[in-house]
């Protein structure tokens, strides 16, 4: 299959991250939905990354729903949801945080690169500056008592999920969101640069 997509997009890096650490083959292909979009919408005219290119040509948009069709073509000892139902459901509050996180992150970039200055809402932006603080303020709680991983002593999508938001925003918006802000999330994120799919896709 192939993975379409920049690693710069938590998005698409969590996919390839996740695909890696459950052992599932994939190409990647690089491409920019702004740099490369004649190639990209050649590709899919929805411009989406990621896409996912399964061997029968079919795509999926959309990285929680890749990840969800990903979890059925690999045996349960190599799913990266938590078997035991209260497991999946701090999860999948966890990945809500994170990926609410990325969202206004995005958000912030995106108002910050694309729109000239003098067309830039501050109420705007400090809307969006607070809910990602927010976001942050408890996803790190939901850390602070966590000194591997979430569940079952092996790192998950919540883990990956969250590392991969973190190393995003640290990486685009440093001004808004501090280390200092939440060490638990700083700690989570050096536990999981060290993992080999996290060397091998790099943000
Ligand atoms: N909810 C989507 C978000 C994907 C997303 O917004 N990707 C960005 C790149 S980081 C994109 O495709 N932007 C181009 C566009 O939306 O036009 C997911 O989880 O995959």
């Known amino acids: 299959m192939r993975l379409i997509g920049m690693l710069d997009s938590p998005y698409v890096r969590r996919v390839a991250v996740s695909l890696a650490m459950m052992d599932v083959p994939f190409a990647l292909e690089p491409l920019s939905v702004f740099r490369d979009l ?21 795509q999926l948009v959309d990285s929680t729903l890749i990840l969800a069709v990903a979890e059925r073509l690999v045996p349960a000892a190599r799913h990266l949801m938590p078997a035991a ?22 958000q912030i970039a995106y108002e910050r690169r694309l729109r000239p200055v003098e067309k830039q809402h501050q109420p705007w932006l400090e809307r969006i500056q607070a809910q990602l603080i927010a976001a942050y303020t408890m996803l790190d709680a939901s850390f602070a008592d966590i000194d591997e991983w979430h569940a079952e002593g ?7 999920t969250a590392a991969i938001a973190w190393q995003f925003t640290r990486a685009t918006v440093p001004d808004v969101v501090t280390l200092q802000r939440a060490p638990a999330l700083a700690a989570l994120s050096l536990r999981a640069a060290a993992l080999p799919a996290f060397l091998a896709y790099p943000g």
């Open 38 to 58: 004649d190639a990209f919408a050649a590709i899919n005219p929805l411009v989406k990354a990621p896409t996912l290119v399964l061997d029968d040509g079919t």
């Open 154 to 160: 092996r790192p998950l999508q919540a883990d990956i």
């Open 85 to 106: 139902t209260g497991d999946y459901v701090a999860a999948q509050r966890i990945i809500g945080l994170a990926l609410a996180a990325c969202e206004k992150t995005m």
